[in-house]
């Protein structure tokens, strides 16, 4: 079975740090670009950051800059959203998505959909709460 599995999630306190993850099974990330995503209640999805294939290219949202990196670890098979300096407005569900890069596409991009991703997972919770 072909699926993205996110985990890490969790209460925090503002200022403090989580770790989501990432994993596939199923199928090599390789040769996908892994974008993250939140929705928090009453709101729309939002794409948080993304990196391309071959780790090369990351982009973030102005809202998380400085403060959350994207990475992967393809000996894992697993990327990685290292969020410090939380804040109370960062509390979401987070979801991970994966698309098949392609030569018109060699790089991920920020203003694609978790939809229009070729896998995505069923969300991890991220509660940043005194």
């Known amino acids: 079975q072909l699926q993205l599995v996110e985990s890490g999630g969790g209460l925090v306190q503002p200022g403090g740090s989580l770790r989501l993850s990432c994993a596939a099974s199923g199928f090599r990330l390789d040769y996908y670009h892994i974008g993250w995503f939140r929705q928090a209640p009453g709101t729309e999805r939002e794409g948080v950051s993304c990196i391309s294939q071959n780790a090369d290219n990351a982009s973030y949202a102005d809202s998380v800059k400085g403060r959350f990196t994207i990475s992967r670890d393809k000996a894992k098979n697993t990327a990685y959203l290292q969020m410090n300096n939380l804040k109370p407005e960062d509390t979401a569900v987070y979801y991970c998505?994966?698309?098949?890069?392609?030569?018109?596409?060699?790089?991920?991009?920020?203003?694609?959909?978790?939809?229009?991703?070729?896998?995505w997972g069923g969300g991890t919770q991220v509660t940043v709460s005194s």
């Open positions: 998505g994966a698309e098949h890069m392609s030569v018109v596409q060699p790089m991920c991009v920020m203003t694609k959909t978790l939809y229009e991703y070729d896998y």
